[in-house]
């Protein structure tokens, strides 16, 4: 896979964090964004062509030690970067604003995608404002319908293939080929580049001193392996004075990268058939399972799995808090959760989850959670509605 490298040394001593904070005040569209605010560091479109909702700028919950998720989660030093902020509700806009403006600064008429729900969701609606023709592969049957009606909203072509992911994935590589459409799935280098600003961000809203951990769902892999080459960067820049390590999270019946891991294999092999409720992590043949590997050594990371079940009572946990998040975000916390049981992660270690979707993603996992509907499913966090006769007498005896 193509990577973007940039000029470091044109940057070293000219390039600070007190640079990217003073844009913080700015009130250009380009220093609103929190991708573009990190600018030098993206690859370089002029601002003519760049395409931005002011992605971003999203929040950092610290989440109180004596709360009932850190308990949960068995961390006393925990934040939440919730990237389901973003415009579209997920951080696929993050390398969405990257990736679609370089598309219109090489001139490109149409982009495409295969996709879960999120990256056709976020492309179809940066494509619109670029004014490009979106055209998206969905598997059928295989998405949250949440995610499916974005992408039917903001006008792209929809294209349900009957198969899983990784056969759309093949054809919409096949196709982008054939037709000279610009792909922009994870394995566009310059969408990751604007992935890399999630961790900028988290940095910039912990004033620049790193936490001893990041923890990161694991799907098609772009993200984790995103932030460790940011970081990576930063460090190099003398911006970052030490690295994080990596965690990253992957469900129990879509966990390629996590066999490898457990095996001590340096290449990852594909999983035929991938299942999980958590669709946004639904892959069984990661597109950036190679930089992922690196990224994992490189910062002496882990990689865990979580079963749904373990996934949606971290959900409902999250959710409780206030925050909220769809299935494939709290993979985080359930991970989280097993990897301070077994000491891999120290209590007193600070500690950033990644959440990566907005909870309305997947309405429905949500409510059949809370309603005990989930078949196979145990809902020892449920908050069931109550039904109640229409008098005041009823209606009193249910809030009591």
């Not at 390398?95 to 179809?124: D, E, F, I, P, Y």
């Not at 592969?137 to 899983?164: H, W």
């Not at 990566?356 to 997947?362: E, N, P």
Request: hydrophobic residues 45%; proline residues 4%.
């Amino acid at each position: 896979m193509l990577e973007v490298r940039h000029d470091l040394a044109r940057w070293v001593g000219r390039l600070s964090a007190a640079a990217f904070d003073a844009r913080l005040s700015s009130k250009r569209a380009v220093d609103r964004s929190g991708v573009w605010r990190f600018r030098e560091l993206i690859p370089p479109v002029e601002e003519r062509f760049i395409v931005t909702r002011g992605e971003g700028a999203t929040t950092l919950y610290p989440i109180d030690a004596d709360s009932a998720l850190a308990r949960f989660a068995g961390a006393h030093h925990l934040w939440l970067k919730h990237e389901g902020e973003n415009p579209t509700g997920s951080f696929k806009d993050r390398g969405m604003t990257s990736g679609v403006s370089t598309a219109k600064r090489l001139g490109m008429a149409t982009v495409a995608c295969a996709s879960t729900g999120n990256t056709s969701a976020s492309m179809a609606s940066y494509a619109a404002i670029a004014g490009m023709r979106a055209i998206v592969f969905i598997p059928e049957g295989n998405i949250a319908f949440g995610k499916l009606s974005q992408a039917l909203a903001y006008g792209a072509r929809t294209v349900q293939i009957a198969g899983d992911f990784d056969a759309a994935m093949r054809l919409v590589e096949e196709v982008s080929v054939r037709e000279g459409i610009y792909l922009l799935n994870s394995l566009n280098p310059f969408r990751l580049e604007g992935q890399k600003a999630i961790g900028f961000e988290l940095l910039q809203d912990l004033d620049w001193e790193p936490p001893d951990w990041i923890v990161v769902p694991g799907g098609n892999l772009g993200n984790n392996s995103a932030i460790y080459k940011g970081f990576s960067e930063l460090h190099c820049l003398g911006i970052l004075k030490r690295m994080p390590r990596l965690a990253v999270i992957q469900a129990s019946g879509a966990n390629p990268l996590y066999r490898a891991f457990r095996a001590g294999a340096s290449v990852v092999t594909p999983i035929e058939k991938a299942e999980t409720i958590a669709t946004a992590i639904k892959i069984g043949n990661p597109v950036s399972a190679a930089k992922s590997v690196r990224a994992i050594k490189e910062t002496r990371g882990v990689v865990e799995e979580v079963t749904d079940q373990e996934t949606m009572d971290a959900k409902a946990m999250i959710d409780a808090a206030g925050v909220g998040a769809e299935p494939a975000s709290c993979v985080t916390i359930a991970g989280l959760k097993k990897l301070t049981a077994a000491g891999t992660i120290k209590p007193e270690e600070r500690v950033v989850c990644i959440l990566t979707g907005h909870v309305l993603k997947d309405p429905d996992a949500t409510a059949k959670y809370h309603r005990s509907e989930l078949t196979g499913f145990t809902t020892p966090h449920a908050n069931a509605p109550v039904r109640c006769e229409a008098t005041l007498d009823a209606v009193m005896r249910a809030i009591c």
